[in-house]
């Protein structure tokens, strides 16, 4: 007799949690705080390098960076999230990441302050993030809040912290 085939239901939401699939993410601070987000966008983590400035540049564009003869385009995500700054230091780290729209791959790089680890977040670790707490970035751009060795993570969405026509005025900086 054979065994019948068992396929697994998807969790559904409970609560204040919201339940996915584990995911991967590379954590990181900016200024006192940790976030994390999916390594599925991440391309890379450079050390600190020389950043061209541009001109005339988005508030939270420092400029460009060259990488293996590309020029990306990179954000302080501090300035994005209103946050403090911090001076560069020996822990100061580009985060690479690419979004793929159609047949072309936009690339931007973000600045941050030191990448922690790459870790595994399980769904039922994943709260939802209130809304009202973030002003100066849409709230769909917090996928949600985890807790990591009693420090609270907020997991961000990276296809939504830049819109579409964000992405093109970017992909232009760095053309």
């Keep these: 007799m054979q065994a019948e085939a068992h396929t697994p239901t998807r969790p559904q939401p409970t609560g204040t949690r919201m339940e996915t699939a584990r995911q991967t993410y590379v954590t990181f601070q900016l200024a006192d705080q940790t976030f994390g987000i999916t390594v599925t966008r991440v391309r890379e983590i450079l050390d600190r390098q020389k950043i061209m400035r541009l001109p005339n540049s988005a508030r939270d564009c420092i400029g460009v960076i060259d990488t293996r003869g590309q020029s990306i385009p990179?954000?302080?995500?501090a300035k994005r999230f209103?946050?403090?700054?911090?001076?560069?230091g020996e822990d100061t780290r580009i985060i690479v990441l690419d979004f793929a729209?159609?047949?072309?791959t936009r690339t931007l790089g973000i600045r941050v302050d030191r990448v922690l680890d790459v870790t595994t977040i399980a769904a039922d670790e994943v709260e939802t993030a209130p809304p009202s707490a973030f002003d100066t970035v849409?709230?769909?751009?917090?996928a949600?809040?985890?807790r990591l060795g009693g420090v609270l993570v907020a997991l961000l969405h990276a296809g939504c912290l830049f819109d579409a026509d964000e992405l093109d005025t970017l992909a232009g900086v760095g053309a």
């Design 74 to 77: 990179v954000i302080d995500l």
């Design 82 to 88: 209103a946050m403090p700054g911090v001076e560069e």
């Design 101 to 104: 729209e159609g047949d072309e």
């Design 138 to 142: 849409a709230p769909q751009a917090v």
């Design 144 to 146: 949600g809040l985890a």
